[in-house]
């Protein structure tokens, strides 16, 4: 991100003059209050929405017309926004569909993609079936599927138990680990932060501005 600055419609100054420089395999907790800009922030790095002046820059030379890199974000939102009508499978298919592969040649990697969250045994299952939980692993599971090098995380987990959470916490870990995905996670939490990432970047409250910017020694690293 460059020099990114965003005013809405009705005038909210929600990102002022914000710069981050996204290294390959890192994860990157985006810390700050509610309301500081990070939603903000992560749509326009998804090409969801559009920065009023500064940019994002790909290193990548496979561009597409959006100015996006061909499948390379997989964006995991607040809500599972799962699809009631379609089963688990059918879910996770759904980036490969739009794309054009079909369900029989989809499968392995949409099962590979249910298995690293723990759901293969449900892919027959509807969504109403689910606990909240289940319904975050799917949507983390379609995120992953095309094999995304950047997975871009808006408080997944902020409506789930402790308990809960922290499970999702280390699946999370493991997929990091387990396809070298680079990750943006936004979240509030201070403790969730130091938990998952290698860099914490904290933004300060309205207008958004990156005000600390530290790397986090793990001991799992
Ligand atoms: P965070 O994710 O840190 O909670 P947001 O990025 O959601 O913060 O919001 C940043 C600021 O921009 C807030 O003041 C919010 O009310 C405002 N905002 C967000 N989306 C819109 C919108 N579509 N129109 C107008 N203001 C918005
Ligand atoms: P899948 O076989 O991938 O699980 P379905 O057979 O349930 O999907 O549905 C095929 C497609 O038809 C879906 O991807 C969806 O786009 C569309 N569809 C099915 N039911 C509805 C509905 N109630 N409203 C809108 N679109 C629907």
Request: proline share 5%; hydrophobic share 45%; glycine share 8%.
């Amino acid at each position: 991100m460059q020099n990114v600055t965003k005013v809405f419609s009705n005038g909210t100054l929600a990102l002022k003059d914000m710069s981050l420089d996204v290294r390959p395999g890192e994860f990157i907790s985006l810390l700050g209050p509610s309301g500081c800009g990070k939603s903000t922030a992560l749509r326009i790095i998804a090409g969801l929405g559009d920065a009023s002046s500064g940019s994002i820059d790909w290193p990548s030379s496979k561009i597409n017309a959006k100015g996006l890199p061909e499948g390379d974000v997989g964006f995991v939102f607040q809500e599972p926004t799962l699809m009631p009508w379609s089963t688990v499978f059918g879910n996770v298919h759904l980036p490969l569909k739009l794309r054009g592969v079909s369900k029989s040649a989809a499968r392995q990697k949409v099962m590979e993609g249910l298995e690293s969250v723990g759901l293969a045994d449900f892919a027959d299952a509807y969504p109403r079936e689910l606990s909240g939980g289940m319904k975050m692993r799917v949507s983390i599971a379609r995120a992953i599927v095309t094999r995304p090098k950047l997975l871009l995380m808006d408080e997944p987990f902020a409506a789930l138990d402790e308990i809960t959470r922290q499970k999702l916490n280390d699946d999370v870990l493991k997929l990091w680990e387990q396809f070298g995905v680079t990750v943006i996670f936004v979240t509030h939490s201070v403790y969730e932060s130091a938990y998952l990432s290698n860099r914490i970047v904290v933004m300060r409250a309205r207008p958004g501005q990156v005000y600390a910017d530290l790397e986090v020694v793990q001991p799992r690293v």
